[in-house]
């Protein structure tokens, strides 16, 4: 379980997060909405410690981000997979060495056969052809990146995966294959998720739950059928502009 | 005029402050190193690859400098050694000028441009594509991936690429010695024998292996605090050559103090 409590961030004089209050449940996929610039992704990145909050508190399975050690952080690292909104593929390794590089388990890192077989695994449960594993990532399209980033999220098995953006820059049937790829890590492997988008109807297609994050704070949170009945003010318009720009 | 003094102050004191926090940040990173050599079986074969690479990919353009430098020293030793100065000092001049100083020096500000940017300019760009923080991601460490294998490639490369480049321009600089003067093969070997001290290696491949760890350092601690997008990996990579040019200086200085002078 994730517990998010109070917490702050901000860079330089701009307020970024402003006291965030979050619980993600074991095996659920919340997907957390809001404007550009709100700090989704910021959140995100505290969440694994990538980005130290200015105050308040990120406990995952018991443990307190901010205060771990550099060992315990990396060890709780391996329990989190990540998918970085561009894919942050390493552009001077082919694909099969970036799963490779998913694979926290250093016994399974070190078997070439053993990393061989999950690469190749991984790139199935995201849909890619295994011939893809030797291609490297300037010869992938946008949605590839985007599905093997995926892949070398889930090779280590994590317990969470956090998504940032992933289905930003996609046409809508790439954006359909990653929406239904995170629901089926979701369902089939009992992935819990966090998942930043902007993307309502991909949100409400994938997610369990809902938040909405705007001016630093998590201003509304429940299942889709829950926000779609929200009156508060900020709620309806997030919906009533993306819903009213799906139907023109 | 109190106003005036006021900036002064809050300058200093943004620039002393911004100063000790990049020394800091520079400290953090070399612990940081030292506790990635604990992975040897990450940075062993990265090491091995980087070394491949920018050995194989600098040989070229120091073994065409050097030879320039090898001759022009003995052209410009011919030159002024005209009248009652025996001309075996020429063989002396070039050899011990470029062992001692030129080669050393030279190659490290080559390197300094073709290495150091290219290291900044690969670092800044995995900052800011998010590549540095999806390894982090991992569980696994910058340092023992992409820091500790650019260094350790450096120090082991860039001494051999400076004997290289002393031999090359000693040899270059006796056959342009022998074309452009009445200097024989035995005056000039006689002449670089004659002032000749092991200790000169040594101090060519010390001077070296502080200019490569120079090189390695800066460039890697530039580009692994890169931010800011492309403006910024420009920064770091023109910042890394400068920075590490005149420190590569600094240290020939300190170094001839220290190890020449005492």
Known sequence: MITIRDVAKRFGAQVVLDGVDLDVEEGETLALLGPSGTGKS????????LIRPDRGDIVV?????????????????RKIGYVFQNGALFDSDDVFENI??????????NDAAF???????????????????????????????????????????????????PTSGLDPVNSDIIDGLIRRLNDELGVTGIMVTHDVRGAFRTADRIALLTGGKVIAQGTPAEFRAS?????????ERDFASASI | MSSIVQQIQHRTGRVTLDALAAVGRFGGLVGEM??????????LPRTLDEAHNIGVGSLFIVLLISSFAGGV?????????????????????????????????????ILAGRIGARYAAELGTMRVTEQIDALESLGRSPASHLLVPRVLACLLIIPVLVVFADITAVASGWLAAKAAMPITDQDFAYGARVFWRPFDAWYSLIKAFCFAG?????????????????????????????????????????????????
């Open chain 1, 42 to 49: 910021v959140l995100l990145k505290t969440i694994i410690g």
């Open chain 1, 61 to 77: 399975d018991g443990l307190s981000v901010p205060t771990l050690s550099r060992k315990a952080l990396a060890g709780l690292r």
């Open chain 1, 100 to 109: 490779r590089l998913g694979l926290t388990d250093p016994d399974q890192f």
């Open chain 1, 115 to 165: 990393a061989q077989e999950r690469a190749a695994e991984c790139l199935r449960l995201v849909n890619l052809a295994p011939e893809t594993l030797q291609k490297m990532p300037s010869e992938l399209s946008g949605g590839m990146r985007k599905r093997v980033g995926i892949a070398r999220a889930i090779a280590g098995r994590p317990k969470y995966v956090l998504y940032d953006e």
């Open chain 1, 231 to 239: 009156e508060d003010p900020q709620v309806r318009a997030f919906l």
């Open chain 2, 34 to 43: 030292g506790r990635g050599l604990a992975e040897v079986r990450i940075w």
């Open chain 2, 73 to 109: 020293t003995a052209l410009q030793a011919g030159y002024q050694f005209t009248g009652n100065i025996p001309i075996y000092v020429v063989g002396s001049l070039v050899t011990e000028s470029i062992v001692l100083e030129l080669g050393p020096v030279l190659v490290g500000l």
């Open chain 2, 214 to 262: 120079a090189i390695g350092l800066i460039s890697c601690y530039r580009g692994y605090t890169t931010q800011q997008g492309a403006e910024g990996v420009g920064r770091s990579t023109t910042g890394a050559v400068v920075t590490t040019s005149v420190v590569i200086l600094l240290l020939d200085l300190v170094l001839a103090q220290v190890l020449l002078n005492h």
